[in-house]
């Protein structure tokens, strides 16, 4: 290889490779390549379409329909057996870039993020406020343990979260265990002590189930939803926490519940085009998509969920929030 050649010769290359390979990159991935072949002046345009983007309602919140997911930003993503993403994601979204994206995002219509509560978050937050002036609404996902559960509660509140949210995986395990106590105990205390709005997680649709069932009055259920359709992404994943292992029993038991529904996961680790994956999702009963995004991706995902809202969605349940 020539010594002369440069950064933009070798990523014209590594597109071009792509190209041969796409069928075994996510989403994610290949965009993040073209992105970085592509100068400045080559960004996507910014302005979006007349109208704002629709809302909905989270308890006194209201809530854009599109919300900005937070493992990106936290340098943490779902990537199946690529060991590598953690790392090109630290190296990518500096502070600076996390900034750019959430006020992309506020720019464009998505008033609301739901970040983890960790101190690369706390400081980010922290300068978007101060630096940027930013207002985007954070409602934070907590990990309660069974000694202390309002333990990272209480740090997300004291940093302008406006309400909080169980992970999945600590609710799925406690709903296994025969635990839906503890859950419904942490939902009593973070009201008392004084979260906005108040959601729970699951990945396992029976944890949701359980959680009704014991009438639990959370603000907001988050529950994962896509059509699990890795084979026509060209994809065969190894980590099944990416997908909705559920997803028709999942829409049928959502019918009946008759709170607001975050759905996550909805793009399947990236291997589900946008324009599939939010109209899957909304179609099929969800209130609003957390989605992770990357700054180059905002524009286009307020552009396709403000199409497919405005469009006939032909929903079975009707919009809760």
Not at 147 to 161: F, G, H, P, Q, V
Not at 284 to 311: P, S, T, W
Request: charged share 25%; proline share 4%.
């Amino acid at each position: 290889m020539s010594e002369n050649l440069n950064r933009r010769d070798l990523l014209k290359r590594s597109v071009a490779l792509s190209a041969g390979i796409g069928a075994f990159m996510s989403f994610e991935e290949m965009h993040l390549l073209a992105q970085a072949a592509q100068p400045a002046a080559a960004q996507p345009a910014s302005d979006a379409p007349p109208g704002p983007m629709p809302m909905g309602k989270i308890g006194p919140l209201s809530v854009s329909r599109l919300i900005c997911g937070g493992n990106l930003i936290s340098t943490f993503a779902h990537a199946r057996d690529l060991i590598y993403v953690s790392a090109l994601l630290k190296q990518y979204f500096t502070d600076e870039k996390i900034c750019d994206t959430l006020e992309l995002c506020e720019e464009h219509g998505i008033n609301t993020a739901i970040m983890r509560v960790d101190d690369h978050t706390l400081r980010v937050i922290k300068k978007y406020r101060g630096d940027r002036g930013g207002k985007i609404q954070w409602i934070a996902q907590v990990k309660p343990n069974e000694d202390d559960l309002l333990w990272d509660s209480r740090l997300a509140l004291e940093n302008t979260a406006l309400g909080v949210y169980m992970h999945g995986g600590v609710a799925d395990e406690w709903v296994q265990k025969g635990k839906v106590d503890l859950i419904g105990k942490f939902v009593e205390q973070a009201r008392k002590l004084g979260a906005g709005v108040i959601g729970l997680g699951a990945h396992d649709i029976a944890t949701t189930m359980a959680c009704v069932k014991a009438g639990l009055e959370p603000d907001f259920f988050m529950k994962t939803l896509n059509a699990k359709n890795y084979w026509s992404a060209g994809i065969m994943p190894r980590h099944d926490s990416v997908w909705c292992e559920q997803p028709e029993e999942t829409i049928a038991f959502m019918k009946t519940v008759q709170k607001p529904w975050v759905a996550f996961k909805v793009l399947g680790a990236g291997a589900i085009h946008p324009r599939e994956g939010f109209k899957y999702a909304f179609a099929n009963g969800a209130d609003f998509c957390c989605v992770g995004m990357f700054d180059f991706q905002v524009v286009e995902d307020v552009l396709l969920a403000k199409k497919i809202l405005a469009g006939n969605l032909q929903r079975e349940r009707p919009w809760i929030a």
